[in-house]
């Protein structure tokens, strides 16, 4: 079964990348582990977003999980996190539909100049879509019209690590992350060990 777990709209700063809207899906994991991998889906997403170059799109392989991620020209950024046998090209096309939707319905002004995140920017139909395009049947019509994607390559990064700059380990930034809660920081360790849900190193 083809698994589609989030959806999420940046913007791309000059020192970071700030979350403007987010839809999850989660049903999949127990109650007890559904916050924890909200909280890391969230902080991958942000350091996927982080680490990518404007005009840029990339499919980031980690473990049971592909970040999928795109960043406009003008830094309005988007990340879809599925399994691997979501389609990428699918993938992409979605990104690409809902910046889009989201740069239409809200003036850039708003998102550019800081502030609060996430509930404040009136976009419903992230989590239509979220549920929408759980099948990617659902969007062959959508990718059949949307040809800007032959013309742009995907870059496809076999692990996170491959995405952050030289020196940089994502243990390290999980132990400094203040996005963090100390709960989460605990379950990725015990993840990483059993190489289990949300591993995402």
Not at 175 to 189: D, G, H, P, T, V
Request: aromatic share 10%.
């Amino acid at each position: 079964m083809v698994k589609l777990y989030s959806i999420s709209v940046f913007y791309k700063g000059p020192t970071e990348g700030r979350l403007l809207k987010a839809a999850y899906d989660l049903q999949s994991f127990s109650f007890f582990q559904r916050g924890a991998v909200q909280e890391f889906m969230g902080f991958a997403s942000k350091t996927i977003v982080e680490r990518t170059q404007p005009a840029t799109r990339q499919s980031v392989k980690q473990d049971a999980y592909m970040c999928h991620v795109y960043v406009r020209a003008d830094n309005l950024g988007g990340v879809l996190i599925a399994d691997h046998e979501y389609p990428q090209r699918v993938a992409h096309t979605l990104i690409t539909k809902v910046l889009d939707e989201f740069a239409a319905r809200i003036p850039a002004e708003q998102y550019q100049s800081g502030g609060e995140p996430d509930a404040h920017f009136d976009f419903p139909t992230l989590p239509q879509y979220l549920a929408k395009y759980q099948d990617p049947k659902e969007a062959d019509a959508m990718t059949k019209m949307q040809n800007d994607l032959d013309e742009t390559k995907i870059i496809l990064k076999n692990t996170i690590e491959a995405v952050l700059e030289r020196g940089e380990k994502l243990d390290d930034m999980v132990i400094k992350s203040e996005n963090l809660s100390y709960q989460s920081k605990a379950f990725y360790k015990t993840a990483k060990k059993t190489n289990a849900c949300c591993s995402f190193s």
